[in-house]
T-cell receptor, first 114, second 116 residues
């Protein structure tokens, strides 16, 4: 059971380039989330999804887009990379998003925009 | 707006010592409080989740307590080991205004080093 898998693990982008961070989970979880973690800061929610075809903005959505065409996959798209998007990105999921369920995280994507 | 604070930011202890990590939150209307462990270059692993109706949860050498009225949670680690070295984060689940959405607010974490 792989859990939550993120690719790539590391990436360097030039300003203005675009890329997609991939996230897939094999636990049949309905709820999926994208967080970013900046040095010395707590995690901030970018986008989340409550099921296939449904996405919603989190706390810091500007500069990002998401889609959820299947239960398993929740890619995060950066269209015009900016230095402010240098961060570590984590994908997470839980079964139904119910109030007392633990959250499962991927191992992260470290992104640098130069 | 919920704010979660963890003190201290870093802690170094000798092996075998019992220790307490602190987490405080400003809005006591939470649904649960979750403690995570993060190893360098890794994702977060959920350690313990305390529901709002509970006072504590235990898993092995870990014990987490919750006092909603005072806005505090503690993570107690007994007989610490070098393998416990990691960053520990707490996160409080509360509702957005109107109660239509839930928000998980994370602290910045406590970096724990257990020295052999």
């Amino acid at each position: 059971n792989a859990g939550v898998t993120q690719t790539p693990k590391f990436r360097i982008l030039k300003i203005g380039q675009s890329m997609t961070l991939q996230c897939t989970q094999d636990m049949n979880h309905n709820y999926m989330y994208w967080y970013r973690q900046d040095p010395g800061m707590g995690l901030k929610l970018i986008y989340y999804s409550v099921g296939a075809g449904i996405t919603d903005k989190g706390e810091v959505p500007n500069g990002y887009n998401v889609s959820r065409s299947t239960t398993e996959d929740f890619p995060l798209r950066l269209e015009l990379a900016a230095p402010s998007q240098t961060s570590v990105y984590f994908c997470a999921s839980n079964i139904h998003g119910e109030l007392n369920e633990k959250l499962f995280f991927g191992s992260g994507t470290q992104l640098s925009v130069l | 707006k919920q704010e979660v604070t963890q003190i201290p930011a870093a802690l170094s202890v000798p092996e075998g010592e019992n220790l307490v990590l602190n987490c405080s939150f400003t809005d006591s209307a939470i649904y649960n409080l979750q403690w995570f462990r993060q190893d360098p270059g890794k994702g977060l692993t959920s350690l313990l989740l305390i529901q709002s109706s509970q006072r504590e949860q235990t898993s092995g050498r870990l014990n987490a307590s919750l006092d909603k009225s005072s806005g505090r949670s503690t993570l107690y680690i007994a007989a610490s080991q070098p393998g416990d070295s990691a960053t520990y984060l707490c996160a409080a689940l509360s509702s957005n205004s109107g109660g239509s959405n839930y928000k998980l607010t994370f602290g910045k974490g406590t970096l724990l080093t257990v020295n052999p």
